[in-house]
């Protein structure tokens, strides 16, 4: 059992930047996948990173790419995701996510965090 606990977001104006942390509990963090996703209002949750369970496997989604930065500290338990250049359509909740596979789908994660508020002004 993972228990997940997103912090770092906020109100940015367009080009800033915010690192979102992703605290989690339990002694196996080290041996889950993570991800990040987001959810807009009235739209679906979207995948945004994903990062294996030592550091490697980072992938992102086409949106995010040279923007978003997805990093993990085993030794914390914690996985965050910089964010630089931002943009309005980036606003959305955000999410971490534990799972066994690495994945771009939310069904293939099984612990959520409770998600985080990032507004992006222009």
């Known amino acids: 059992q993972v228990q997940l606990v997103e912090s770092g977001g906020g109100l940015v104006q367009a080009g800033g930047s915010l690192r979102l942390s992703c605290a989690a509990s339990?002694?196996?963090?080290?041996?889950?996948?993570m991800g990040w996703f987001r959810q807009a209002p009235g739209k679906e949750r979207d995948f945004v990173a994903r990062i294996g369970a030592s550091g490697g496997g980072i992938y992102y989604a086409d949106s995010v790419k040279g923007r978003f930065t997805i990093s993990r500290d085993n030794a914390k338990n914690t996985v965050y995701l910089q964010m630089d250049s931002l943009k309005p359509e980036d606003t959305a909740v955000y999410y971490c996510a534990a799972g066994p596979n690495l994945a771009t789908m939310p069904n293939n994660y099984n612990y959520w965090g409770q998600g985080t508020q990032v507004t992006v002004s222009s």
């Open positions: 339990g002694r196996t963090f080290s041996s889950y996948k």
